[in-house]
Structures are given as C-alpha cells and as structure tokens.
C-alpha cells in the first residue's frame, strides 16, 4: 500500500542535541512538507519541498533544517536552536489533490 | 497574512443528526479550500476538496459549501454516527502553486462529539 511512514513515533531529545526525523513516501509525489502541531493549535508549516533538491522555509523555520536528496525522503533536523521542540511533527505529501500524512512523530524534551 | 477561524468549542450532537462545522478565512479567496479529519494521536486524514468556482461538493454524507463572498465554507455530516467523533481541520492554500503542490494552512480544528 502507498503511504507515507514517519519514523519514530516517540522521540526524546536531551537539552542541546539535535536530532532527525525520518519521512519516507512511496506515493511518487514531488512535494513534500513539514507541520508542527501544538495543544490546541492548527498545523503551522517548517519546511515544505516541491522537488528534488529544492526546499523552501515555511512560517517557523528557525531552529529546524531539511534535506531533499531523494523524491522519497524528506528528513528533518530539529537543532539545539529549537527553543521549545517538545511538539507533534507531521509529514506530508501530495500530487495536488490534498494532502497525505504521515502518522507523526511525538518529540519531547528531557 | 492569510487566516482561518474555526469554531474552538467543541461541537456535541446526538446520533442520527447533521453535524455541521463552519470555517472564515479573512483575506484573498483561496484557489481552494480542503478539509480534514484527525482523530487522537493520528495524522489529519483528507476528506474533500472544494474549488472557488464550486459552491458545493459532496461525498457520501459528506457535504461541503463555499462562499467566496461570505469567505466561509460550511462543513455538514448528515446522519451522523459515533464513529464520527474526531477533530476536523480546515486548510486553504497560500500560494498559487496548486498544480504543483501548494502550501496549506490550517485552522486549529473543531473537535466533534456524536453521542449514541
């Protein structure tokens, strides 16, 4: 089945490290996106890439990295810049008739 | 910039009952307005789509209307069943890129609770 997979699911990151999130599709779609989910609020946009090699910033960039190597993968970097990186990251593709998500990754600070 | 308003109190109704959600947005009209359903822990799963041009579009109980002068879509569930019960997201695009995947932004969801 085509879908898109987000690995882990739960993430623990110590004060000062970076760590990466994995998204991997094999739904054949050029874009590719990351959201950022809190509490109460609606999915704000980190990064989003509409080809290989090519990603643009999103509305809350600052702290987070990306890479686009490949059509299927889009990881993202959460840096020691993130001040407050305790969040629900969902991943997403489309071929621009809605979205497809990931089934997120739950990262906490400890 | 762009901006979506759902309502933030959740929404009970009794089963066998339309459901429906309402979405504002404040600015330009979108080329298109999606929504989605997220259930607990989960990823938001697409449900429709719905062009500037289309006043309305349905699936299966689904139904969704949308008004470029009001700037609402209405979102409408008929004979509603438990099953149902989740949060449903609201998204327009924020960029003319839609062939091509544009970007989305979300309104912050109206949480649904049918009771049997």
């Known amino acids: 089945d085509g879908g898109i997979t987000q690995s882990p699911k739960y993430l623990f990151r110590k004060e000062g490290q970076n760590v990466t999130l994995s998204c991997e599709q094999n739904?054949?779609?050029?874009?590719m996106y990351w959201y950022r989910q809190d509490p109460g609020q609606g999915l704000r946009l980190i990064y989003y890439?509409?080809?290989?090699?090519?990603?643009q910033k999103g509305d809350i960039a600052e702290g987070y990295s990306v890479s686009r190597e490949k059509k299927e993968s889009f990881p993202l970097t959460v840096t020691s810049a993130q001040k407050n990186p305790t969040a629900f990251y969902l991943c997403?593709?489309?071929?621009?008739?809605?979205?497809?998500f990931g089934s997120g990754t739950r990262l906490t600070v400890v | 910039s762009q901006k979506i308003e759902q309502n933030s109190e959740a929404l009970n109704i009794q089963e066998g009952k339309t459901a429906t959600l309402t979405c504002n947005y404040t600015n330009y009209s979108p080329a298109y307005l999606q929504w989605y359903r997220q259930d607990p822990g989960r990823g938001p799963v697409f449900l429709l789509l719905i062009r500037e041009n289309e006043k309305e579009k349905r699936k299966e109980r689904l139904k969704v209307t949308f008004d470029t002068t009001l700037k609402q879509s209405l979102f409408h569930i008929t004979a509603s069943q438990p099953a149902d019960s989740a949060t449903y997201l609201c998204?327009?695009?924020?960029?003319?890129?839609?062939?091509?995947?544009?970007?989305?932004?979300f309104g912050q969801g109206t949480e649904l609770s049918v009771k049997p």
């Open positions: 997403a593709s489309t071929d621009g008739t809605g979205y497809t």
């Open positions: 890439s509409q080809i290989v090699n090519d990603f």
């Open positions: 739904l054949n779609h050029d874009a």
């Open positions: 998204a327009l695009d924020q960029s003319s890129f839609y062939n091509q995947g544009g970007k989305l932004i």
